[in-house]
Structure formats: structure tokens, C-alpha cells
């Protein structure tokens, strides 16, 4: 017996119409992702150069030798920080601290680090060449920012 055949044509439609209405929300929230992605992507230039791959995010180049998108491995959330000071060891420059992380990866690092230039003004220092652990009994007097404990922090080695 075929059940479809008891179905009345009011209902037909509104299982079409419904099916339709959730295809429509699921095609919105793709576009909104995609065009978030889209947004956050515009920055990254990536070109071969010499043999060698040259990758760059707005202000800053990648020099870490991870793949860009593979996960920066660690068991808890993390902070990136860059303390900068203006003048030659004055205490008188800026700290960048970033959101707080889970298991970001370099990509993410790499974006982190361009806000950090921006926010500092120290355009000088833009290749991200790794991170620095600074342990939570270290991180208040070398940058004044007061340690959670349930978070790593890091500090970006950008060189000139």
C-alpha cells in the first residue's frame, strides 16, 4: 500500500514549502560563512618565491616552519602576548594580549600576530619566527598582565 496517496495536496504542499524553508536557511548560513572566510582570507598572500614559499598576512610574515594550517599543539587554551617597548628597554610601550585560544592553529597565530604589529605600532619586528612559553609565576612582572591558571601564555619572537 502507498501512504503517499492518503496525503492531501494542503499537505504535500506544506512538506514541500517546509523542505524548501530549511534548504533557504541552510543556503544563508553557508553564505554567511562563506563570506566570513572570505573576509578573513583577504589578507593572506601566498607566493612562491626563489624555490621557497613566501607566506604574508597583511603586515606580517609567516616563518615558522609548520604547515600554516595545522594545529599548534597544546592541552590547554592559550593567550599570545607581545610586550613593546618604544624606546630601547622603556617600560613605556604598548602589550598586546590576544582573545584566548583553543587549539588555534598557525594560521590563527599568524592573524593574532598581525593584530599585535598593528596594536603596538611596531612595524619594525614583523617575521613571526615562533613562540615563546612564559610560565604563570613569570608573566606579571615581565609583562604585567595577571596569570589565569588554566592558561598558557605566549609570546610572539617576531624579528626585523
Avoid at 121 to 150: A, C, T, V
Amino acid at each position: 500500500m502507498n501512504y503517499f496517496n492518503l496525503l492531501t495536496d494542503d499537505l504535500v504542499k506544506n512538506i514541500l514549502d517546509n523542505l524548501t524553508n530549511d534548504i533557504d536557511i541552510q543556503i544563508s548560513i553557508l553564505n554567511i560563512k562563506i563570506n566570513k572566510l572570505k573576509k578573513k582570507l583577504q589578507y593572506l598572500i601566498i607566493e612562491p618565491y626563489q624555490g621557497t614559499i613566501i607566506i604574508n598576512y597583511a603586515y606580517v610574515s609567516y616563518c615558522i616552519g609548520n604547515y600554516l594550517f595545522s594545529k599548534f599543539e597544546t592541552n590547554t587554551d592559550i593567550v599570545l602576548i607581545n610586550v613593546f617597548d618604544d624606546f630601547f628597554g622603556s617600560h613605556h610601550g604598548y602589550t598586546f594580549e590576544s582573545i584566548r585560544l583553543k587549539k588555534p592553529s598557525y594560521y590563527d597565530i599568524l592573524v593574532e600576530a598581525n593584530k599585535s604589529v598593528v596594536i603596538t605600532g611596531d612595524y619594525h619586528h614583523k617575521y613571526l619566527e615562533g613562540l615563546n612559553h612564559i610560565p604563570n609565576n613569570k608573566l606579571f612582572k615581565y609583562s604585567g598582565i595577571r596569570p589565569n591558571r588554566n592558561i598558557e601564555y605566549y609570546e610572539f619572537i617576531l624579528g626585523s
